[in-house]
Structures are given as structure tokens and as C-alpha cells.
């Protein structure tokens, strides 16, 4: 069940604004983003709905300069944030963020 259409919708259009050209991908329960949707593990960020929160996943966040500390998580690479409503979006870092996301996933072979 979706926690908030309104926030998922506000993160999608922020991801698609940061990194014209993305394009999405239904998996894992949630909405993920690529810039070579015809490849598997290319995926830079994912947008998942749960009950209390809705998440930004960055599948190489452990790789991205996070000066604000917005990050979280201790995996080996991936990181999260965790947003309850869409005035907790910081446009600006998020942005950012997933602008070196996106550049990372260029970088994988």
C-alpha cells in the first residue's frame, strides 16, 4: 500500500528533472530509475512505498560525496533516505545526489 501519492510523485518528478533522460523500471515492489533501461543492474535510484515512509534508495550511495549527511544506511553500497512528506525534500542535495548517481552508474562496465 502506498504511503503517500503525493510524495512519490514529488520525488519522481525531482529524479526526473536531476537526470533528464532517466527512464523507469518496475521491480523489487517500487519504481526504479536508469539511464539504460535495457540493461539489468544499471539502476542508479529507487523510489519504494511502505507503510510509514516512503524511500529514496541510491544503489552506489556508499560511493556519493554526501556533504549534508542526508544518507543513511551501512551496507556495503547502498544508502536511503526516509521521507514522510514532501516537505522534508531538500531539492538542492537531493538533486545533487542523484546527479552523481546517475554519473556513477556511467562508470560501471
Known amino acids: 500500500m502506498s504511503y503517500d501519492r503525493a510524495l512519490v510523485g ?3 518528478d525531482l529524479i526526473l528533472r536531476a537526470v533528464p533522460g532517466a527512464e523507469t523500471v518496475s521491480k ?3 519504481t526504479l530509475y536508469t539511464l539504460y533501461p ?4 544499471r539502476q542508479f535510484c529507487g523510489v519504494f512505498s511502505y507503510k510509514e515512509h516512503v ?10 560525496e554526501d556533504s549534508k549527511h542526508l544518507l543513511s544506511g551501512g551496507g556495503k553500497y ?3 533516505i526516509n521521507f514522510k ?7 538542492e542535495s537531493i ?9 556513477e552508474s556511467n562508470t560501471v562496465d
Do not use: T, V
Open 28 to 30: 523489487y515492489g517500487g
Open 38 to 41: 535495457a540493461e539489468n543492474e
Open 85 to 91: 512528506s514532501p516537505d522534508e525534500i531538500e531539492e
Open 78 to 80: 547502498r544508502r536511503h
Open 55 to 64: 524511500q529514496l534508495s541510491f544503489a552506489a550511495g556508499a560511493l556519493l
Open 10 to 12: 514529488a520525488l519522481h
Open 95 to 103: 538533486s545533487e545526489l542523484l546527479q552523481q548517481a546517475a554519473e
